[in-house]
């Protein structure tokens, strides 16, 4: 049964208890309001109360399946949700209640609704007989739990009774965390599957005890905590910092405190330090056993600090789709930073670096979305997003999210927890952070701390300490491709998912509200810094003042600063390195140093044209016939496959050129080269990153198949120099102007770098429009779907004449973009 029965307490809230046979009592109640023939689903909009726990059993105990929705929610999304399941009944409380109706007026049906509290304190006495909580069929769908998610519409995640006992005996019967006599605080939301489980339903399968704090003002969580002397304490990572920095404030004022807390880091005790910070384990009722932590990852320097503390904070990994928990720590087995090993009756894989899951906790899928769940459940196999791997004693570690993931030009991945992670522990002055990409660029949105904004009223100096003391530390130990290159400073909490995850896609509508206005530009006299502004600002479109920072002002990328070097090294016969450029805190700060190490002052712009006249030691890579042959073979088999087609190969001069398509797949290398001819192909040459080609059968193969190596990120001078000797060798070059294959189908933004070889060398630049790649092979799938109809169009010569760099890019980009429109409308999309 899923429910106890007796005398002991199931229930306590502020002081009131309910028994379990009270609860059976008034599940009766709750179930007689309506007709459980009538009735396939139950909704309940409420925040936790003790008759949100009645309205859910008396679904389960008339056979029904419960969809809970979350009281945050606004009104279109409950609208949304009841409109995608239609639940014929829905328990509402009274908070929410004109919620409700606003949304009841977008609903296409009418479900019957009841106010949680009429009948919460009613008395249930004349129901006499418990409820047997038992399902007839343990397959049958027990809850839809619609997930927010951090991008989109929600989805209803179908879990059955037996999705749901496989993680409560499993983190119960097996691993032995939960216990009759525990009890918990139902602090946890019950619309999410960690609280459902966690709070309420495992607990209640126990016969264990949950009290409900009345608030979640944090002296009433306190109070609850103390009252009930609590055991169990279930809550998510945000719950957890802060309450640790709480703590650890505290700490940190008392030299005596701090000397402890080193020195219970070094004893590692746990009883030692449960003497030691006594004080601690009694403000949280002095009966914690276990801390448990789900929903995200708790950082690592938090979670030893707990330990430091003498607590034991229990990590899981999973998602609303697995009920929820794949992995959980075992008590005595914890390693800070890993949620632990992988649950009885669930198996784990990692596939191309993706955790994969596969047992009894898995959901039947998602409501009424066939295509959906088969994109994530494939072959009983629920591919979770996320990217990890095991260690070799078992422990999962996770290392970030495959969607989150953001994807330079360049090819790099990088992760922005782990940027945000940094930044937030500048504790003194950063609340929270949401990093986001814009272009090859990151951003932040930063709420600064409470203490800052008391210390800083005025908005303009609050963004320089901001600027300064945290954005510009922490560009200085990063990598070059992490660095943060703007941030607007935010009075409110960042957008997130009720688990704590930011809602990444909703940060760059922040950007707007940043306003700080740019102060007084400071009048200096130095020739050094009108010649530099100057050309800062002809390179970067804007007016340049003496205090802005060279990244976070004017977002110099590593075209720029290589751009920048060349300049400083010809009109100063200074070599300032790219990598050393950003040491200057401001441009004025540069051009004291040039004023002080300069040999001349002589004004020039960049002379690419030198530069690509500098002697460079390249051999190009050999020709087998074997390369010419698998290009004629592709071109065969992609017809077969695709339908390949081309079009516009009379737009291919005789002379050497730049061919630049639009990136699509990673087999447009091939579908371009497989429409030219062979004396073309003979004298045609790829680039490939260095990052790609890093072994030396890769390195052979690539050094007899025309493809040049380079590494754009270490040497970009030096690798437009190479590029540029093979033109001046009357090859071809065929260059993605993007960089990185696009990520929604649509034409990203073009480098600079083909433009510069074209205009520098005089050399055409032929725009390539590829339809229907990306179809045929979005990013992250692994194999091509056949008889997606893929086009590649050569499009008539770009010649670079006298026009500059932006402009040639442009003129490519226009005509590629335009083409791409064209096939839109001819394909009916």
Partial sequence: MFLKQGDKTALVKSGKTVTYNELGKKVQLYSSLYKASETNKVGIFSENREGWVYSFYSAWNNNAMVVPVDFMSTVSEVAYILNDCKPEIVFVSAAKMADYQEA??????????????????????????????????????????????????????????????????????????????????????????????????????????????????????????????????????????????GVKDKINKSKVAG???????????????????????????????FMVCGGAALDQVVGRDYKTLGFDVLEGYGMTEASPMITFTRPGHIKVGSPGFVLPKCDVEIRDGEIVAKGENIMKGYYNRSEETAEVLKDGWLYTGDLGHFDENGFLHITGRKKEILILSNGKNINPVEIETKLERYAAFVAEVGVYQSGDQFKAIVVPSHELKMQFKDAHELH??????????????????????????????????????????????????????????????SQEFNIISEYLTQEKGKKVLPQHHLEMDLGLDS???????????????VDVDPSEQVRFKSVYDLSQYIHEHRSKMEVEKIDWTRILKEKVNLSLPKTWFTGRALVKLSKAFFSLYFGLKGKGLKNIPDEPCIIAPNHQSYFDGLFVASFLRNNVIKNTYFYAKEKHVNTRWLK???????????????????????????????????????????????????????????????????PVSIKGAYDALPKGSKFPKPFKKVIVEFLEPVMPGAETYENISNAVHSKISKQLNVSRVRLGE
């Fill in 559 to 573: 075209l720029d600063k290589v751009s920048l070097q060349v300049f400083l090294k010809s009109s100063f016969g």
């Fill in 259 to 289: 000397a402890l807390f080193s020195l219970a880091e070094k004893v590692n005790s746990k009883a030692f330090s449960k003497f030691v910070f006594g004080t601690v384990h009694k403000k949280f009722g002095g009966s914690i056993r």
């Fill in 700 to 766: 052979f193969i690539a050094n007899r198949h025309h493809v040049i190596v380079m590494d754009l990120n270490k040497d970009l001078k030096e690798s437009i120099q190479k590029m540029g000797e093979a033109l001046k060798k009357k090859k071809n070059l065929i260059i993605f102007p993007e960089g990185t294959r696009t990520k929604t189908g649509n034409i990203g933004d073009f480098k600079k770098t083909f433009a510069i070889l074209s205009r520098e060398l005089n050399v055409p630049i032929v």
């Fill in 464 to 525: 320089q300490e901001l600027k300064w003391k945290v954005f510009d530390v922490y560009n200085k130990g990063c990598s070059s491709y992490k660095k943060v290159t703007d941030f607007t400073v935010y009075d409110g909490e960042l957008p997130r998912t009720r688990l704590g995850k930011i809602r990444r896609f909703k940060l760059a509508a922040l950007e707007l509200v940043d306003e700080v206005e740019e102060v007084a530009e400071l009048k200096v006299e």
């Fill in 104 to 245: 009841a007026k977008k609903l296409d049906y009418q479900p019957k609704v009841f106010t949680i509290e009429d009948y919460e304190d009613q008395n249930a006495d004349r129901f006499s007989e418990f409820p047997i909580i038992e399902p007839q069929n343990e397959d049958d769908t027990a809850v839809v739990i619609y997930t927010s998610g951090t991008t989109g519409n929600p989805k209803g995640v179908m879990l059955s009774y037996a999705n749901l006992l496989a993680n409560m005996l499993g983190v119960s019967r097996d691993v032995k965390i939960y216990q009759a006599d525990d009890r918990v605080m139902m602090l946890l939301p019950l619309h999410h599957i960690f609280g459902l489980v966690g709070n309420m339903i495992l607990p209640m399968y126990m016969g264990a005890m949950a009290a409900i704090p009345p608030s979640m003002a944090s002296d009433d969580i306190i109070k609850t905590l103390q009252d009930n002397k609590i055991t169990l304490l279930l809550g998510v990572p945000r719950l957890y910092s802060a309450i640790h920095k």
